[in-house]
């Protein structure tokens, strides 16, 4: 009964911000680290940002650096995406998921996934 579900997606101008929001039940969630990743259209899935258990720990995607920001609060067994100057190559569907986060990397096949949520950026 596994759960993972985003929220918070949309249409954006380019130059804009969205903020995602990510549930995980069905799982003690402090056990897992956290991630995101993304989707363009025609293209093949891209790694965006993780956070480790206790949230001391972020990793990004070089194409977001400086842009992103993934947060997370276990008590509310939440995580975020805070999506910044976001640009018309950040289209995709975001895709949340439980994995583990090690040596600097997170899973590159997570056990759980989200069905994901729209970001449509436009010029």
């Known amino acids: 009964q596994v759960q993972v579900i985003e929220s918070g997606g949309g249409l954006v101008q380019a130059g804009g911000s969205l903020r995602l929001s990510c549930t995980a039940s069905?799982?003690?969630?402090?056990?897992?680290?956290m991630g995101w990743f993304r989707q363009p259209p025609g293209k093949d899935r891209e790694f965006v940002a993780a956070?480790?258990?206790?949230?001391?720990?972020?990793y990004y995607g070089d194409s977001v650096k400086g842009r992103f920001t993934i947060s997370r609060d276990n008590a509310k067994e939440r995580v975020y995406l805070q999506m910044d100057s976001l640009k018309p190559e950040d289209t995709a569907v975001y895709s949340c998921?439980?994995?583990?986060?090690?040596?600097?990397?997170?899973?590159?096949?997570?056990?759980?996934w989200g069905r994901g949520t729209q970001v449509t950026v436009s010029s």
């Open positions: 998921a439980a994995g583990y986060y090690n040596d600097g990397r997170f899973s590159a096949n997570p056990d759980y």
């Open positions: 956070i480790s258990w206790n949230g001391r720990m972020m």
């Open positions: 069905g799982l003690t969630f402090s056990n897992y680290a």
